[in-house]
């Protein structure tokens, strides 16, 4: 079991960059793959960026491309999310999530532990 917490979500104006960590408990964070998912008011969770084991394998959303890397550091059991050139439409809670399925997963049910989530609001 692995518990996560993320950190460094606030308010950034648009075109501002922030970082968003993940702090797993235990001793196994690199059997796991991690992603980050994002959920706006009234929406889905959507998913945003997914990082393999080892973290030499990446996948963003085609909505975040270019614009967010994902990375980890498995000495330090944290995953990042580094999110350049934000957007008002970035506004969300991000969650970071860890599965023990193998690969690259994109849906919610694929994943099998959660973290509280952290604010993210980009101002226009």
């Known amino acids: 079991q692995v518990q996560l917490v993320e950190s460094g979500g606030g308010l950034v104006q648009a075109g501002g960059s922030l970082r968003l960590s993940c702090a797993a408990s235990?001793?196994?964070?690199?059997?796991?793959?991690m992603g980050w998912f994002r959920q706006a008011p009234g929406k889905e969770r959507d998913f945003v960026a997914g990082?393999?084991?080892?973290?030499?394998?990446?996948y963003e959303a085609d909505s975040v491309k270019g614009r967010f890397t994902i990375s980890r550091d498995n000495d330090k059991n944290t995953v990042y999310l580094q999110m350049n050139s934000l957007k008002p439409e970035d506004t969300a809670v991000y969650y970071c999530?860890?599965?023990?399925?193998?690969?690259?997963?994109?849906?919610?049910?694929?994943?099998?532990?959660w973290g509280q989530g952290t604010q993210v609001t980009v101002s226009a």
């Open positions: 999530a860890a599965t023990t399925r193998v690969g690259l997963r994109e849906r919610i049910y694929e994943y099998d532990y």
């Open positions: 235990g001793r196994t964070f690199s059997t796991y793959n």
């Open positions: 990082i393999s084991r080892g973290g030499s394998n990446t």
